[in-house]
């Protein structure tokens, strides 16, 4: 019998409500890599599919050599712009986002462990990373815990704002604010599901008082 898959995306970005909320989102290790621009731009998509090939691939070699079977973490992006105040409430010009694409892993997965599956994927003849420089662009990078406002999101994409707003009015009524990026756990996925029907779990960190 084998053991069940190890899940280290934390409930806390899986289990969110319509209704906002406040949570402690805790310390985490990801796989990681960064871009800029819309999600339509090719460097995008390029950069998933390096995420996605290099977790399984990790994940059947640690499977065949008997160490603990991990679950493939859950995509998630943190979004930012460059060069605006995102304060004013306004969605910025889609040259300024700057994004993190990043799936949580085993704590004990190393860099060395990730460029050794890197170096056999993308010389790996005829295969789907075959060439990719995103895939070399992938980094094991830990995320510190925080304190997070978060939102179920249902529907487009492009209707986000509006689930922003809502968590504003949240926060004002407690006297707190975010800080001007956000992180989206994409629990849905779009070319699969309707886009009235996409689920994604909004987080954005909330500001300390001093």
Do not use: C
Request: charged content about 30%; aromatic content about 8%; proline content about 8%.
């Amino acid at each position: 019998m084998t053991d069940k898959p190890i899940q280290h995306t934390p409930n806390v970005l899986l289990k969110a409500k319509q209704d906002p909320d406040i949570v402690e989102v805790p310390e985490r290790w990801v796989l990681a890599i960064e871009g800029e621009g819309g999600p339509e731009q090719p460097e995008f998509a390029a950069a998933i599919g390096a995420l996605y090939g290099i977790s399984y691939g990790v994940r059947f070699a640690r499977k065949g050599a008997g160490l603990p079977v991990f679950k493939v973490g859950v995509l998630e992006g943190e979004w930012r712009a460059e060069g605006v105040d995102l304060y004013v409430h306004e969605v910025p010009a889609r040259e300024t986002w700057r994004w993190r694409l990043q799936m949580a892993v085993p704590p004990d997965l190393t860099q060395r462990e990730v460029d050794a599956m890197v170096e056999v994927a993308t010389s790996k003849k005829g295969g789907k990373l075959e060439g990719s420089e995103a895939a070399r662009r992938l980094r094991v990078l830990q995320v510190p815990s925080g304190r997070f406002a978060r939102l179920l999101h249902v529907g487009p994409y492009a209707t986000e704002p509006e689930s922003f707003d809502r968590i504003d009015v949240f926060l004002a009524d407690q006297g707190l604010r975010r800080e001007p990026w956000h992180v989206e756990v994409y629990l849905s996925d779009p070319g699969r599901t309707p886009p009235e029907k996409l689920k994604t779990t909004l987080l954005t960190r909330l500001i300390e008082a001093v």
